[in-house]
């Protein structure tokens, strides 16, 4: 069973970073493209960061020139957050898509204000 385990998540003041952290159980090179999606309550959950197996990266509007997402050549999926905004608060989630689809459980991310 493919797991995904999200960790980096917390409390931050607005103007702060967070790097958060995806780690899978087996190599990310198995998926055709990983990612980060977010959601708030009350919200539609947004995309908000993705990259390709080959490398190509996509951002939603919201997070360009402030978010960076990465990876190590083995298992883990990085999400750089800097210049963090109340409005970025939300449950982030790790996600894979490629021979099935799958998601972490999620990590908490608080900005204040």
């Known amino acids: 069973q493919v797991q995904l385990v999200e960790s980096g998540g917390g409390l931050v003041q607005a103007g702060g970073s967070l790097r958060l952290s995806c780690a899978a159980s087996?190599?990310?090179?198995?998926?055709?493209?990983m990612g980060w999606y977010r959601q708030a309550p009350g919200n539609q959950r947004e995309l908000v960061a993705s990259?390709?197996?080959?490398?190509?990266t996509n951002y939603a509007d919201s997070v360009k020139g402030r978010f960076t997402i990465s990876r190590d050549n083995a298992k883990t999926v990085y999400l750089q957050m800097n210049s963090l905004k109340p409005e970025d608060t939300a449950v982030y989630y790790c996600?894979?898509?490629?021979?099935?689809?799958?998601r972490g459980q999620g990590t908490q991310v608080t900005v204040s204000s």
């Open positions: 996600y894979a898509n490629g021979f099935d689809d799958f």
């Open positions: 087996l190599s990310i090179f198995s998926f055709n493209v």
């Open positions: 990259i390709t197996s080959g490398g190509r």
